[in-house]
């Protein structure tokens, strides 16, 4: 990440404060890096989950990239929606000791309705590996076969029908309110602690939709319950479900997909970014992590930091007007 390449903008919580895509403080000559200790990796969830696993089957590969002598060791901090994670990597060593598993759109999205302990501008975005499209699902019997269908039902009734979401702040959440105000219409939302509740609910037939990502549908008709996706929160159709419209095809502005990737604590030297950068785009190409991939690999999706914090900036306006949506903690 050449300092040329910097690219600052407001960040999303306070015009004063800054997210920063390349690394601000002169290079620092680091000769022993990365070869004389392990490099930790913190990861906001518990182990077993999705950004863990992924974390997992990225290290190993990442530190062959580096060097023969690397080594990168996964720690889970869960808690707080990442929050724990985020704090430790912000208040970390800015010696490439440390870098996190960041995800979004929770990371720049709390600190808009919320007071948060961490700072988003105090860390700087490495590389975004993964971006795994929001999609609406339903039941295979359910009558609703498109979002048309289901905003006419809303506006004939508002608030008549149940949308399930994984928490408040989180990509399935944030889709849903974007298509409430796209569409004009009162949606019933629940959150669930992760999408094995929210499918389950669904199963149940205790919920009308869920919003889920691409990545965790397994086969629509070979789910325990066969289900069925509406549409797509996404630019463009995932090449997963490539028969699938958009929300934007079928007339409704939404866009949200769930993102993950590395970030360093902002302050570390550039030319260790560099490396890192370097590294995890390797990794993404690398035959060996794409067996690994498993149920992540349609979403693979790689942006350099100067690219990802671009990208988030162009969310900016809409982001605030989501968080001014949101009730007040």
Known sequence: ??????????????????????????????????????????VGFAAGGATDTMARAMAPVIARHLGPRANLIVVNKPGAASEISNLSLMNARK???????????????????????????????VARVMSDPTILVAKQDSPYATLKDVVSAL????????????????NGHLAL?????????????????????????LFGGHIDFAAITVSELREAGKEAVPLKVLAQMADQRSPALPKIPTANEQGFNDVMPAERGFAVPRGTPPDIGERLQAAIAA??????????????????????????????????????????AMPKE
Not at 98 to 124: C, E, Q, W
Not at 155 to 168: D, E, I, R, T
Not at 300 to 317: K, M, S, V
């Open 1 to 42: 990440m050449p300092q040329g390449d910097c690219m600052r903008f407001p960040h999303l919580a306070s015009a004063a404060s800054l997210f920063c895509a390349a690394l601000a403080l002169p290079s620092i000559a680091l000769a022993e890096w990365p070869d004389d200790r392990p490099i930790q990796v913190l």
């Open 95 to 125: 010696d490439g000791y440390t870098i996190g598993v960041v995800n979004l759109p929770a990371m720049a999205f709390s600190p808009l309705y919320r007071k948060t302990s961490f700072d988003p501008a105090a860390l700087t975005l």
């Open 155 to 170: 506006k004939a009734h508002p608030s008549s029908l149940s949308f399930g979401h994984n928490g408040v702040g989180t």
């Open 177 to 201: 309110m974007q298509l409430a105000s796209s569409a004009g219409v009162k949606m019933n939302e629940i959150p669930f602690n992760g999408t094995t509740q929210s499918k389950t609910a």
């Open 283 to 324: 990794t993404m190409q690398d035959p060996e992590y794409l067996k690994r991939a498993g149920e992540d690999a349609p979403a693979l999706a790689y942006l350099p930091g100067a690219a990802w914090t671009q990208a988030i900036a162009g969310r900016a306006e809409m982001m605030r007007k989501l968080a001014a």
